[in-house]
């Protein structure tokens, strides 16, 4: 299946105004459950409520459960025996696990993006850095979150190996929720830890478009782990201001119980 990047839809869409066309129903709901997912608006553990969605989204069961299949492949969804589905809730284990893999396959898809890219990914990879500066200039985390998937994405396109990049992008969907920790203003204790965590971002996405331009696989694979740590940072600096029991919710006014065995990212 050909990857896909997620998409920019409002996840604060009403039934009036996301009604599909004919034969379009799998992919808004994908959609629209992924965009409630990545933003928290729908938070770890919530139950999809099939019925629920069948009338707001104004789709058939069908291509509904298609949708949640899609998502569940993806590790954003967790289907449940005989209890339908619930969205996936992410623990401290499955948090840590996937940052060590996500280390490594990104490390591998850079040096192989350095060694091995063509020369017609590069105006791309230049596009993607702009777009993600001019989302980050204009405030928008949810841009900023789409942009850095697209960019990441494009050098696993770039890197000649369909394994790493099927791997890699599977990792770069599922820590999407992981990915607003890095771009939501709300998720930081100061304006001041923001800026310098973006700057950061910036920089290293500027560098990585130049050492794979250049063919730089040594400095390459530096720069993707130190991209990488840059993650691992911001995942502990959240959680040394939050409690795996009572979590602030980038987006809400207020904390939010969380399940005793799992944090909500």
């Known amino acids: ?17 996301v009604r599909p066309e004919k034969g379009h129903g ?25 019925s629920v ?23 954003l969804i967790e289907l449940l025996p005989n209890r339908g589905a619930r969205v ?24 192989l993006a350095a060694l091995r890219r063509p020369s017609s990914a590069l105006p791309r990879l230049h596009q993607l850095c702009a777009d993600f500066e001019a989302s980050s200039a204009a405030g928008d985390a949810q841009a900023m979150i789409d942009t850095n998937w697209e960019f990441h994405h494009a050098i696993g396109a770039a ?34 830890d923001y800026q310098a965590h973006i700057a950061d971002i910036l920089r290293e996405h500027r560098e990585l478009v130049q050492v794979i331009a250049n063919q730089d696989a040594a400095h390459a694979a530096a720069l993707a782990d130190a991209h990488s740590n840059l993650a691992r940072k911001r995942v502990t600096e959240y959680l040394s201001r939050s409690s ?22």
């Not at 284990?93 to 591998?108: G, N, P, S, Y």
């Not at 795996?244 to 990212?265: C, F, H, Q, W, Y």
Request: a neutral charge; hydrophobic letters at 40%; proline letters at 4%.
């Open 88 to 111: 996936t809730v992410m623990d401290l284990t499955q948090i840590q696990e996937h940052l060590e893999a996500f280390e490594l396959l990104q490390r591998a898809a850079t040096v």
């Open 244 to 265: 795996t029991r009572k979590i602030d919710v980038p987006g809400s006014r207020e904390a939010r119980p969380a399940p005793a065995d799992a944090l909500n990212v």
């Open 1 to 17: 299946m050909a990857a896909q990047r997620p998409s920019r839809r409002t996840s604060r869409s009403t039934s009036s105004d």
């Open 53 to 75: 969605l069948v009338e707001m989204l104004g789709v058939s069961r069908t291509p509904l459960r298609e949708a949640v299949v899609r998502l569940a492949a993806e590790g």
């Open 26 to 50: 799998r992919a808004l709901a994908y959609d629209w459950l992924k965009r409630q997912i990545v933003s928290l608006e729908l938070l770890p553990g919530s139950t999809i409520d099939e």
């Open 159 to 192: 890197c000649g190996n369909r394994y790493v990049e099927r791997m890699y992008t599977s990792l770069l969907t599922d820590g999407l929720r992981i990915a607003r920790l890095a771009m939501a203003y709300e998720c930081y204790g100061s304006a001041e």
